[in-house]
């Protein structure tokens, strides 16, 4: 069994998705990312995966209206990243109530901070790995590291990170399938778990990364708003159900 997480990625107040992560290459699906939240919640989703796109790029929250309007919607477990840079920013979205907080530019930039938060906020804080070659990308993915992706996550080995996301940026939402192989790589590195993110594409994708076995869920985004895959499908999939 694994956690299916449907992705609503906000871009100027608006559901949206990206191409390579590039925001001039944004496709808005839903002006209405509250009533889009209920939707995945009606549909059995167990979590919400939330990014703060114009965050991520401002180094600060920017799409806070949308979040409270979402948390205020849904009952169930939300995870939020983009633009958290600090404690007191943290402190801020956990008093609204979501359950999971994202840290990946801080994790590359400030790890000691990042450790700092897993120490104030046991079980809440996640790190999000953004791959691309095998490298991590920072600042919404605008920059580039030298940093490898098992040396980042090995950082964080008995840190108290709850999760990491590993994201292949450049499958994130191409539909080009999810790198379930380097994903799975990852989580054998470390025993921190792992969910996968970028280029889910159908069922196939949901039943690879549940093949996987070492692999705690996965992120999709596009084939869910584009209609390539039922939701449904996929939860029961990915709930070990044919």
């Known amino acids: 069994m694994i956690t299916l997480y449907p992705a609503i990625d906000l871009k100027d107040g608006n559901c949206v998705r990206l191409l390579k992560g590039d925001m001039d290459a944004a496709t808005v699906f839903n002006d209405n990312p509250a009533a889009q939240a209920k939707a995945f919640e009606e549909a059995g989703c167990r979590w919400l995966h939330i990014v703060d796109l114009n965050g991520a790029f401002a ?36 008093d609204k109530g979501l359950s999971r907080l994202i840290l990946g530019t801080l994790a590359v930039k400030d790890p000691t901070l990042v450790r700092e938060a897993c120490q104030l906020f046991p079980g809440k804080i996640a790190v999000g ?24 996550a090995k950082k964080f080995e008995d840190a108290g990170v709850a999760a990491i996301i ?67 499908a996929a939860l029961a999939l990915a709930a070990g159900g044919a």
């Open 166 to 232: 590993h994201t292949d940026i450049d499958r994130d939402g191409m539909l080009t399938g999810v790198n379930a192989a380097a994903s799975s790589e990852l989580a054998a590195a470390v025993s921190i778990p792992v969910i996968a993110s970028g280029g889910v594409k159908d069922l196939s994708d949901i039943e690879r990364v549940a093949a996987a076995g070492n692999l705690e869920g996965v992120i999709t985004g596009r084939a869910v708003y584009d209609g390539g895959m039922d939701l449904k």
């Open 59 to 94: 180094g600060e929250p920017v799409n806070g209206t949308a979040v409270d309007a979402i948390m205020g919607t849904v009952d169930i477990p939300v995870q939020l990243g983009g633009g958290i840079r600090d404690i007191a920013t943290m402190e801020r979205w956990l």
């Open 129 to 152: 790995i953004d791959a691309k070659g095998g490298k991590v990308a920072v600042e919404g993915w605008a920059e580039a590291s030298e940093l490898g992706v098992i040396e980042l």
